[in-house]
T-cell receptor
Framework: AQKVTQAQTEISVVEKEDVTLDCVYETRDTTYYLFWYKQPPSGELVFLIRRNSFDEQNEISGRYSWNFQKSTSSFNFTITASQVVDSAVYFC???????????FGAGTILRVKS | GAGVSQSPRYKVAKRGQDVALRCDPISGHVSLFWYQQALGQGPEFLTYFQNEAQLDKSGLPSDRFFAERPEGSVSTLKIQRTQQEDSAVYLCASSFDIAGVTDTQYFGPGTRLTVL
């Protein structure tokens, strides 16, 4: 069975602080995909990143960076110099290569205060 | 628009009523998914279509839930005899999926269903 755990229910930071959102996953598959989505107050899930299990290189996109470590089954997400607009619920998700359906974690609420 | 659209955005139903929720996927996307998101939780998979074929309906919680995608484009999720526990946001997503390989799913804004 597949499972995604986001242990941090809620995080509050002050603007310009760096923040890391944790994601730990479980799967028996050797090939799989990992995702991060952002859900702002409007409710729509916004895609942030997709990473396959063969690519353990860290990725940086502007203020966002992702650290994928197969050895610890983790796919953590860091926001550098957080901004109020980063306030949202962030979901980590897992999918097999052919299974298609996404298995989501419970989400982490991020509150960035000015 | 270019994204996934869903209608209605909000639906209030009395217990026992039937409801129909519509999803328009991104044009050309082969795969379509329905998820249910209860308050304060992550989305949970309901069902999956590849074109008009419903390949996985393992997440449908009961036989009151039915989904279709007759022409491989627009999909409808129908809930019969709604119960209070059906209250949730219903999210639709679509993906391109070349040769069935998992692709990025893009989500619509959701339909918030409240059953009184």
């Amino acid at each position: 069975a597949q499972k995604v755990t986001q242990a941090q229910t809620e995080i509050s930071v002050v603007e310009k602080e760096d923040v890391t959102l944790d994601c730990v996953y479980e799967t028996r598959d050797t090939t799989y995909y990992l995702f991060w989505y952002k859900q702002p107050p409007s409710g729509e899930l916004v895609f942030l990143i997709r990473r396959n299990s063969f690519d353990e290189q860290n990725e940086i996109s502007g203020r966002y960076s992702w650290n994928f470590q197969k050895s610890t089954s983790s796919f953590n997400f860091t926001i550098t110099a957080s901004q109020v607009v980063d306030s949202a619920v962030y979901f980590c998700a897992l999918s097999t290569i052919y299974g298609n359906k996404l298995v989501f974690g419970a989400g982490t609420i991020l509150r960035v205060k000015s | 628009g270019a994204g996934v659209s869903q209608s209605p955005r909000y639906k209030v139903a009395k217990r026992g009523q039937d409801v129909a929720l519509r999803c328009d996927p991104i044009s050309g996307h082969v795969s379509l998914f329905w998820y249910q998101q209860a308050l304060g939780q992550g989305p949970e998979f309901l069902t999956y279509f590849q074109n008009e074929a419903q390949l996985d309906k393992s997440g449908l919680p009961s036989d009151r839930f039915f989904a279709e995608r007759p022409e491989g484009s627009v999909s409808t999720l129908k809930i019969q005899r709604t119960q209070q526990e059906d209250s949730a946001v219903y999210l639709c997503a679509s993906s391109f999926d070349i040769a069935g390989v998992t692709d990025t799913q893009y989500f619509g804004p959701g339909t918030r269903l409240t059953v009184l």
